[in-house]
């Protein structure tokens, strides 16, 4: 993966010393381009990823095998990978458009006869063949999904579901069962992007979660964000990025007086904040009520967080806020 890649960097604070199983779709392997990733950016933490049996009995005995000897951390399933990760209870996953309904995705995308693996394997084989008997066996292997989903279960799951994949889409039957679904800009294949935007926040939220870590709170005022035309004022997303990295990031709009607005502040988070705005956002009119560290705010409020007042002669920009926060280096 080259160096000057704009989206890839390091998080060697992330699940520091800690273990990550990552489960790989059908037709690949434990050398998939997501396990690159996932080491590059997480340098401190040990990725496992085995090359999968094709026979979903097979496949899931050896995940549960691996689970109890080494204990992971975290698991992360991508589309396959994902249906079986759901069903390793007890431990924290992330399951990216999984395949939840596997034997029907073989069937409607032409998944039978003759099949090549999309990444070498360490048997080198190269080749396999997909058989209505082995659909079967997915279908049977699928069938076992959503068997505890108890209030337990239901903070240990993600589900992160591409607006664009068209190849899978159980977002639906996901929010049946579990409560944590959530779209990301992306296609069914992640690239650095989606992943960096959509995936890493993820990780960090578990990984602070499992060590009781408690960042600074950032509260941002959205009218600090929408330009006059309504979209994102020059350097927004690129604050969201960099402050996320050290803070806690919510997301403040005003109560809206019907649910138009509540609508479209809704879907312009989702449209341009994305990922990190799930489950940080409040609509308030009382903003001097919040209880945090920072309010980035264009208005002059007091309350208990330390104004940092947008348009003002220290903070015009938020290139200057920027500026302001890498200073502090996340105090």
Not at 12 to 28: A, N, Q, T
Not at 236 to 263: C, S
Request: hydrophobic fraction near 35%; proline fraction near 4%; glycine fraction near 8%.
């Amino acid at each position: 993966m080259e160096q000057t890649n704009p989206y890839i960097k390091q998080f060697p604070e992330i699940m520091r010393g800690k273990k990550i199983l990552y489960v790989h779709g059908f037709g690949s392997s434990g050398q998939s381009g997501t396990v690159a990733r996932l080491r590059e950016v997480l340098p401190h933490a040990e990725v496992t990823a085995p090359d999968l049996p094709i026979h979903p009995a097979e496949a899931m005995q050896l995940l549960r095998d691996l689970c109890a000897k080494e204990q992971p951390s975290l698991i992360i399933g991508t589309s396959m990978g994902g249906m079986y990760a759901e069903q390793l209870h007890g431990f924290d996953r992330i399951l990216v458009n999984p395949a939840l309904q596997m034997a029907d995705t073989m069937k409607e995308h032409g998944m039978t006869g003759a099949q090549q693996f999309s990444n070498p394997r360490a048997d080198g084989v190269q080749e396999f063949i997909v058989t209505k008997a082995l659909v079967k066996e997915y279908k049977e292997t699928t069938e076992q999904c959503f068997t505890d989903t108890s209030g337990e279960e239901q903070q240990r799951v993600w589900g992160l579901f591409g607006d664009e994949d068209t190849t899978v889409n159980t977002y639906g039957l996901f929010r049946e069962h579990y409560a944590q679904a959530v779209r990301f800009h992306g296609e069914h294949r992640m690239n650095d992007k989606s992943f960096m935007h959509s995936v890493m926040p993820v990780i960090r939220w578990i990984d602070d979660r499992q060590e009781k870590r408690e960042r600074p709170i950032i509260y941002i005022d959205m009218n600090t964000l929408i330009d006059k035309w309504g979209k994102p004022q020059g350097a927004a997303q690129k604050a969201v990025r960099l402050l996320l990295e050290h803070y806690q990031l919510h997301f403040v709009a005003a109560a809206p007086d019907d649910d138009r607005h509540y609508t479209e502040m809704r879907e312009w988070l989702y449209q341009y904040i994305n990922v990190p705005a799930h489950g940080h956002t409040t609509f308030t009119n009382q903003k001097h009520l919040l209880y945090g560290d920072y309010l980035i705010d264009a208005e002059e409020t007091e309350g208990m967080a330390t104004l940092i007042r947008f348009g003002s002669d220290t903070f015009k920009t938020w290139d200057e806020i920027i500026e302001y926060f890498s200073r502090l280096g996340g105090q």
